[in-house]
Nanobody, 112 residues
Framework: VQLQASGGGLVQAGGSLRLSCAAS????????ISWHRQAPGKQRELVASISGGGFTNYADSVKGRFTISRDNTKNTVYLQMNSLKPEDTAVYYCKAVRVGVWGQGTLVTVSS
């Protein structure tokens, strides 16, 4: 399985972005997908996850602002990010949890 993350960019504080994580290859092996982020000088952290059945989980820092969803017909998981803050600036990665495969990362920069 391969994951392709996209949708990052530069946005002002308070703005929105939607990240996409498209899966290809042996997609039957994909169940849960998670989004992680890594800011400069910091460890990678879990942002949100979604199970094959649609159950979701969020880091406290993004609850109420970010929404993870999936479209199984397109083998794609989305991360809708609203009310963005400068501290959300990071490279965002998606991960196929069961097989431990990471996407390549997409940079999100939030200016103040």
């Amino acid at each position: 399985v391969q994951l392709q993350a996209s949708g990052g960019g530069l946005v002002q504080a308070g703005g929105s972005l939607r990240l996409s994580c498209a899966a290809s290859g042996s997609t039957y092996s994909i169940n849960s997908i998670s989004w992680h982020r890594q800011a400069p000088g910091k460890q990678r952290e879990l942002v949100a996850s979604i199970s094959g059945g649609g159950f979701t989980n969020y880091a406290d820092s993004v609850k109420g602002r970010f929404t993870i969803s999936r479209d199984n017909t397109k083998n794609t998981v989305y991360l809708q990010m609203n009310s963005l803050k400068p501290e959300d600036t990071a490279v965002y990665y998606c991960k196929a949890v069961r097989v431990g495969v990471w996407g390549q990362g997409t940079l999100v920069t939030v200016s103040s």
